[in-house]
């Protein structure tokens, strides 16, 4: 009776229990757990939720995983919880640059000019080059004014379903002429918006390059810059 007595003393206690420990795990070990906003660890952290609280907003994120937000609310039995992080697969298929966004130069080799003859052929020579080299990346040319030394491609679109997010790429080319010498000034924008949403507004830059393109301004380098 005695025993009877003090398990239903213990049962009621806690049915009016006003705060709970929780334990959060996430995976990868070193990812960084945020709860209702603040950053509280790294992998493994133990918090404290309140009755009157209701639930802990938790955020767990980490460079190349899919940033993970969640709730934990106070009526869950459960005190230990473990987050496994699903794999970027847009920063898996992109590279880091400080090129993108921005126009980078490329001084037209002398070698151009000796080959054609004089700077107006070797004007023809490049331009010819440069759209051979957008053609190795994009099936089309969206601008091309020989005139003005303009050339840009469409957008190109890739989905990435794991990370909710689209990417879209354009690369603008226009002739520049620094200090009196054949120039062109070359520019890849990468910019990602939310896989749901279409609208222009909602595209962002970011400083991410899809591996596809990485090799192109090494290309324009290489092949503009010398011959």
């Not at 929780?22 to 906003?37: F, H, N, R």
């Not at 909710?164 to 002429?177: D, H, L, M, P, Y």
């Not at 949403?197 to 390059?209: I, L, M």
């Not at 899809?210 to 324009?220: A, G, N, R, S, T």
Request: aromatic share 12%; glycine share 4%; with cysteine.
């Amino acid at each position: 009776m005695k025993n009877t007595c003090i398990l239903f003393i213990l049962l009621l206690l806690s049915s009016f229990a006003i705060a709970k420990e929780v334990k959060i795990v996430a995976v990868p070990s070193t990812a960084k757990i945020y709860v209702d906003g603040s950053y509280v660890g790294d992998g493994i952290v133990t918090t404290t939720l309140r009755k009157k609280e209701d639930f802990l907003a938790v955020k767990i994120e980490h460079a190349g995983y899919v940033t993970l937000q969640t709730k934990i609310y106070f009526k869950d039995k459960r005190n230990a919880y473990e987050f496994i992080l699903k794999r970027d697969d847009f920063f898996d298929s992109s590279t880091e640059s400080s090129n993108a966004n921005k126009f980078f130069n490329v001084t037209v080799s002398e070698k151009y000019i000796e080959a054609a003859g004089n700077e107006k052929e070797a004007s023809l020579l490049v331009w010819k080059m440069i759209h051979q080299i957008l053609l190795n990346y994009y099936s089309e040319i969206a601008t091309s004014d020989m005139l003005s030394g303009f050339v840009q491609t469409p957008w190109s679109k890739t989905s990435f379903g794991e990370a909710n997010t689209q990417v879209r790429t354009r690369v603008t080319v226009k002739e520049a002429n620094l200090g009196g010498k054949l120039t062109y000034s070359i520019k890849i924008e990468s910019q990602q918006a939310p896989l749901s949403s279409n609208r222009e507004e909602s595209y962002v830059n970011t400083d991410r390059v899809l591996k596809q393109y990485e090799q192109l301004i090494p290309e324009f380098q290489s092949r503009i810059g010398s011959l």
